[in-house]
């Protein structure tokens, strides 16, 4: 060449015009090496096939390889998923692939990935104890290998494979808790119950704000403050919980949704419950959620009481701190002196907390979230 660089070529004809086929540079590729590509050039002329044009195919395959690899792919697929997941959560199931998987098959063509090289990265979290991340690893791998088959860059999920192949986590203790995938299904059999209307919304309520069961189906109107202001609350009395410390329930939008739906109920006015017995002078009995669930296809495998649970499991894997979830919870102070001041503690991050926990919750339900007017309410 003019510049004094060097290259291998290969003449040749192909459907009567003469052609010319790069083999490679000099002396990067050895004359044994150019020899080579040269008898596998005549050996595609013998079958017909231009060596040329095969050659810019396997370039654009290779192109297709790069650019579908499990990285890109999951990248992609996660991108997709804003439109109906919390930021902060898509941000959360990002920095789990990149820890932990990304480093050991993201640079694969998501095509290529089998059973056991997904299983070997599953392993490795595996190995450090943290045998719940590995399994939630494998579900979110599972939605990123089925949406590469939806959009044609792969034939097969490997992750279905794997079922039963990582180490359980062991027997649960206590309350039975819904796994947290399971509940874009259970919203949407809690929007077609077809019972009694204040259970379903009783059980919307405790899945927004994760209360103890009591402590909610005793729920009285005059502890539910500023509903029409920036700020609502529940101010739960002392009397009335587990720890015998008031606690502060910070109120988002949608549940003051429910609040205005239970207001319109027939009978609302006739009690101070949000949630009467038929008598009226009672509140709703401790069984009448459990036995909706029961309804709704969840006997033994979730509970109410799990809820909190749940929410306690989802709120730590969005990135919320732990003394911000656990004062949400009301859960013990052992510190007496501390417990003492700390009623409304963290009450500035537990109220966004718990905003993002409702929107995390309409979007898996398949809900709009819909401004609420200010609406004066009713004494």
């Given at each position: 060449?003019?510049?004094?660089?060097?290259?291998?070529?290969m003449?040749?004809?192909?459907?009567?015009?003469?052609?010319?086929l790069?083999?490679?540079?000099?002396?990067?590729?050895?004359l044994?090496?150019?020899?080579?590509?040269?008898?596998?050039?005549?050996?595609?002329?013998?079958q017909?096939?231009?060596?040329?044009?095969a050659?810019?195919a396997?370039k654009?395959?290779?192109k297709?390889?790069?650019?579908?690899?499990?990285?890109?792919t999951?990248?992609e697929?996660?991108?997709?998923q804003?439109?109906?997941?919390?930021?902060?959560?898509?941000?959360?199931?990002?920095?789990?692939?990149?820890?932990?998987?990304?480093?050991?098959?993201?640079?694969?063509?998501?095509?290529?990935?089998?059973?056991?090289?997904?299983?070997?990265?599953?392993?490795?979290?595996e190995?450090?104890?943290?045998?719940?991340t590995?399994?939630?690893?494998?579900?979110?791998?599972?939605?990123?290998?089925?949406?590469?088959?939806?959009?044609?860059?792969?034939?097969?999920?490997?992750?279905?494979?794997?079922?039963?192949?990582?180490?359980?986590?062991?027997?649960?203790?206590?309350h039975?808790?819904?796994?947290?995938?399971?509940?874009?299904?259970?919203?949407h059999?809690?929007?077609?119950?077809?019972?009694?209307?204040?259970?379903?919304l009783?059980?919307?309520?405790?899945?927004?704000?994760?209360?103890?069961?009591?402590e909610?189906?005793?729920?009285?109107?005059?502890?539910?403050?500023?509903?029409?202001?920036?700020?609502?609350?529940?101010?739960?009395?002392?009397?009335?919980?587990?720890?015998?410390?008031?606690?502060?329930?910070?109120?988002?939008?949608?549940?003051?949704?429910?609040?205005r739906?239970?207001?319109?109920?027939?009978g609302?006015?006739?009690?101070?419950?949000?949630?009467?017995?038929?008598?009226?002078?009672?509140?709703?009995?401790?069984?009448?959620?459990?036995?909706?669930?029961?309804?709704m296809?969840?006997?033994?495998?979730?509970t109410?009481?799990?809820?909190?649970?749940?929410?306690?499991?989802?709120?730590?894997?969005?990135g919320?701190?732990?003394?911000?979830?656990?004062?949400?919870?009301?859960h013990?102070?052992?510190?007496?002196v501390?417990?003492a001041?700390?009623?409304?503690?963290?009450?500035k991050?537990?109220?966004?907390?718990?905003?993002?926990?409702a929107?995390?919750?309409?979007?898996v339900g398949?809900?709009?979230?819909?401004?609420l007017?200010?609406?004066?309410?009713?004494?």
């Amino acid at each position: 060449m003019p510049d004094g660089a060097r290259y291998w070529r290969m003449d040749y004809r192909y459907a009567g015009k003469r052609r010319t086929l790069a083999l490679g540079v000099y002396p990067l590729l050895s004359l044994s090496d150019a020899r080579a590509r040269r008898e596998d050039a005549r050996g595609s002329l013998a079958q017909d096939i231009d060596p040329g044009v095969a050659k810019k195919a396997r370039k654009r395959a290779a192109k297709v390889a790069c650019e579908n690899t499990f990285e890109a792919t999951a990248r992609e697929w996660i991108a997709n998923q804003r439109h109906r997941l919390a930021t902060r959560y898509c941000a959360l199931l990002l920095a789990r692939l990149e820890a932990d998987i990304f480093p050991h098959i993201g640079s694969r063509p998501i095509a290529d990935v089998d059973a056991p090289e997904l299983l070997d990265a599953l392993r490795r979290i595996e190995k450090r104890g943290a045998i719940e991340t590995a399994l939630r690893l494998r579900q979110l791998c599972g939605q990123v290998f089925r949406y590469a088959i939806a959009t044609g860059r792969a034939k097969l999920d490997p992750s279905t494979d794997l079922r039963g192949a990582l180490k359980s986590p062991g027997r649960p203790r206590g309350h039975k808790a819904m796994p947290l995938d399971e509940m874009p299904t259970f919203m949407h059999a809690l929007g077609a119950y077809d019972g009694d209307l204040r259970t379903r919304l009783a059980l919307r309520l405790t899945v927004l704000t994760f209360a103890r069961t009591t402590e909610l189906r005793a729920a009285r109107w005059p502890e539910f403050e500023n509903l029409d202001g920036n700020e609502p609350v529940w101010r739960i009395p002392a009397e009335r919980t587990k720890m015998k410390r008031e606690h502060l329930v910070p109120l988002a939008p949608q549940a003051l949704a429910v609040l205005r739906e239970l207001r319109e109920l027939p009978g609302s006015d006739a009690s101070l419950f949000l949630f009467p017995s038929a008598s009226l002078e009672k509140c709703m009995s401790n069984n009448t959620m459990l036995y909706a669930l029961y309804r709704m296809g969840y006997h033994g495998r979730a509970t109410v009481h799990g809820f909190r649970a749940m929410a306690s499991t989802a709120l730590n894997e969005m990135g919320f701190r732990a003394d911000v979830i656990e004062r949400q919870l009301a859960h013990e102070e052992k510190n007496t002196v501390r417990a003492a001041y700390n009623r409304a503690e963290y009450l500035k991050e537990r109220r966004t907390m718990m905003n993002q926990w409702a929107d995390y919750i309409d979007a898996v339900g398949g809900r709009n979230v819909i401004p609420l007017q200010p609406k004066t309410r009713r004494e």
